[in-house]
């Protein structure tokens, strides 16, 4: 039998047979010069090497022109088998949830990778794509990252790539998934191994993959429904070191402000939010501000003096005499080191507010909504919150002691009023249908926020 043969049976068309004969045998070729091997146009070279990337195949070049090329013979109809079988599988579980009554619910590629140049590949249907993620968790050998987004977790349940994640892990790689949790999908983490560190981020809507800083699959499109079968997901499949450094370093960022999965999921689990608050102490430039805390406002020299033990005494004297008065306590020793402890006060309010909205989330109308929060506002004692609907619909808000004792009290005001600036926030976020915009509140209100309405009147109030 010849290797023709075993591609046909594979599946593959006769083109696409020749196709991967020809490019398995040459380094990398254009479609132009496939074509003329093939005795065809450029146009049905083309179509055949688009059909050879969707199924992972065949890669290209990121070069004017592009050049085509896949791996031996033998990789190629061994990682078509696993297609098939996968299909197959796949096939069967379908006829068994059928009949029950349920619903659905190498040699030549070991090249090094900056001597050929960056390649990709585009890839079509989840099936595909997870074909590829497995040869990928396979071939690991220091650290893989998942962005698996919001339903991620879900789809790589229901691969086969599950597994060889979970033996990576295992074999010593360092596997890192970032994840958007969801009431839904939360269950299917406990399916992955123990070794893998899980972090949790409201900011990871896409999906992807990174292995050690050498190749990145990028998702696309993800098909809406996350139950479908994803036969319009589409990914890129690049091999490039620079680009995969460079994504690399996105990801860790992202890493590094996300939270750790059992904290995260303690919102699905016990209905609390505790993930930990991070806070914006100030801005601006905090050695000239403690330079001006100090009283010492000259210029380093720009060059080497000589050493003068009085000046260097005195001088000694002045900077921890004023470094003294910063021991006192007061509020205005923060101040001048630029620490905005209002800004500090109205953050911590922001998050005890949306933690309240948090609590109040299943309550469906407006005014259902605000009345709770203002019978829980009233309740604690922390003042007095009235609604208006001219000439737009506001909520006033009323703090009895706008500016404290004195100039070194706490500005709880700030604390009060960034507690339903949380709450409004939380429950009308910037994308949704309802805007909200602060202003200063007129004579014994301290502040207003207006609900904008954006789509139909205020009798959906």
Not at 3 to 21: F, H, I, K, N, Y
Not at 182 to 192: A, W
Not at 356 to 379: P, Q, Y
């Amino acid at each position: 039998m010849s290797w023709q043969q075993v591609l046909l049976d594979a599946g593959l068309t006769e083109r696409e047979a020749d196709s991967v004969l020809i490019l398995s045998a040459n380094d990398r070729m254009r479609a132009s010069e496939l074509a003329k091997e093939l005795g065809t146009t450029r146009l049905d070279a083309y179509n055949s090497l688009s059909r050879l990337q969707e199924i992972g195949i065949v890669v290209v070049a990121a070069e004017r022109p592009m050049k085509f090329s896949c791996d031996s013979v033998d990789v190629v109809v061994q990682r078509l088998i696993d297609m098939r079988k996968q299909n197959l599988k796949r096939t069967e579980e379908g006829l068994s949830e059928l009949q029950s009554g349920k619903t659905v619910s190498d040699n030549k590629s070991s090249k090094n990778n900056d001597v050929l140049g960056p390649r990709f590949a585009v890839l079509k249907e989840r099936s595909n794509i997870f074909s590829r993620i497995e040869k990928i968790a396979e071939e690991v050998e220091e650290q893989m990252f998942l962005l698996l987004g919001q339903f991620g977790i879900l789809h790589l349940c229901r691969s086969d790539a599950l597994a060889e994640v979970n033996a990576a892990a295992n074999r010593g790689v360092v596997v890192n998934v970032l994840a958007q949790l969801d009431r839904r999908t939360i269950r299917f983490f406990d399916e992955l191994d123990s070794l893998i560190n899980i972090r949790h981020s409201d900011d990871v809507s896409s999906l992807g993959v990174l292995k050690d800083e050498s190749e990145v699959i990028q998702f696309l499109q993800v098909e809406e429904n996350p139950v479908g079968r994803g036969r319009e997901d589409a990914a890129l499949a690049i091999e490039s070191s620079s680009f995969a450094a460079t994504q690399a370093n996105l990801v860790e960022a992202i890493w590094e402000e996300s939270v750790d999965f059992e904290i995260a999921k303690v919102r699905f689990t016990e209905e609390r939010i505790v993930d930990p608050l991070r806070l914006t102490v100030g801005e601006g430039s905090f050695l000239d501000s403690f330079r001006g805390a100090l009283g010492f406002t000259g210029e380093l020299p720009d060059e080497d003096t000589p050493f003068n033990p009085q000046s260097f005494l005195a001088s000694g004297n002045e900077l921890n005499e004023a470094r003294m008065t910063l021991q006192t306590g007061r509020l205005d020793s923060l101040r001048v080191l630029g620490i905005d402890i209002g800004g500090i006060l109205r953050q911590v309010g922001n998050r005890i507010g949306s933690e309240l909205a948090f609590s109040l989330r299943k309550i469906d109308g407006h005014v259902e909504f605000l009345n709770e929060m203002m019978d829980w506002w009233e309740h604690a004692g922390l003042g007095e919150i009235d609604y208006d609907l001219d000439p737009t619909f506001h909520v006033k808000v009323y703090l009895s002691n706008k500016q404290g004792d004195s100039e070194d009290s706490l500005p709880l005001f700030e604390l009060d009023d960034g507690i339903i600036e949380g709450v409004l926030a939380t429950r009308y976020p910037e994308d949704g249908e309802v805007g909200i915009r602060r202003e200063d509140g007129e004579g014994d209100e301290y502040s207003r926020y207006h609900l904008l309405f954006r789509s139909d009147s205020l009798i959906e109030i």
